[in-house]
């Protein structure tokens, strides 16, 4: 089956720095990856994702990039800010397959 | 604008007992999935559940079981409780099985003694 690695496991940079977290995945048959960000005590949520057919998507600070050929993708966060501070998980999923298969996550700190 | 909800919000059991945890999925969706997050770890998948059929199941014990409900809502049933089961159960749901993006409730947070 899938297998998500996620690094690095925590990350700590200053406010106005940029964050970049990677993860690669075992199936070449994956065709969705999708980044959650989690607040201590909350809900995943989803920030960002991108399927097989593009290799780089961009939303405001947030832009994540996919490499097909050695199987691995990237969350990229520019001009963090304190509210950036959250555990990110990266995750992929194999078409025909229901389930996202997680990374281990990655405890992200913005330093003010 | 209502989104995924789930009940309840904790939970504490003991070993050995039987637990429902109840999930809405967001207006119009169609597909719910159910995950596990131990302490310190990515979500495990568990189920998902799409038009009331089962369409995925993860690597869990016969002990867990879920349905879903002609609205579309869903139960997940854990018996015989582990101390290893405690964790937080999210619910995820999907407009469809096999459309990816998945948003997740606030989960249930099961602690078992």
């Known amino acids: 089956g899938e297998n998500v690695e996620q690094h690095p496991s925590t990350l700590s940079v200053q406010e106005g720095d940029s964050a970049v977290i990677k993860c690669t995945y075992s199936d070449s048959a994956s065709n969705y990856f999708p980044w959650y960000k989690q607040e201590l005590g909350k809900r995943p949520q989803l920030i960002i994702d991108?399927?097989?057919?593009?290799g780089e998507k961009k939303d405001q600070r947030i832009a994540v990039t996919l490499n097909k050929t050695a199987k691995h993708f990237s969350l990229h966060i520019t001009e963090t800010q304190p509210e950036d501070s959250a555990v990110y998980f990266c995750?992929?999923?194999?078409?025909?397959?229901?389930?996202?298969?997680f990374g281990t996550g990655t405890r992200l700190t913005i330093i003010p | 604008d209502a989104g995924v909800t789930q009940s309840p919000t904790h939970l504490i059991k003991t070993r050995g007992q039987q637990v429902t945890l109840r999930c809405s999925p967001i207006?119009?969706?169609?597909?719910v999935s159910w995950y596990q997050q131990v302490l310190g770890q990515g979500p495990q998948f568990i189920f998902q559940y799409y038009e009331k059929e089962e369409r995925g199941r993860g690597n869990f014990p016969d002990r867990f079981s879920a349905r879903q409900f002609p609205n579309y809502s869903s139960e997940l049933n854990v018996n015989a409780l582990l101390l290893g089961d405690s964790a937080l159960y999210l619910c995820?749901?999907?407009?469809?099985?096999?459309?990816?993006?998945?948003?997740f409730g606030p989960g249930t947070r099961l602690l078992v003694l």
């Open positions: 995820a749901s999907s407009l469809a099985a096999g459309r990816e993006t998945q948003y």
């Open positions: 207006s119009g969706h169609k597909s």
């Open positions: 991108i399927r097989s057919n593009v």
């Open positions: 995750a992929g999923k194999t078409f025909g397959n229901e389930k996202l298969t």
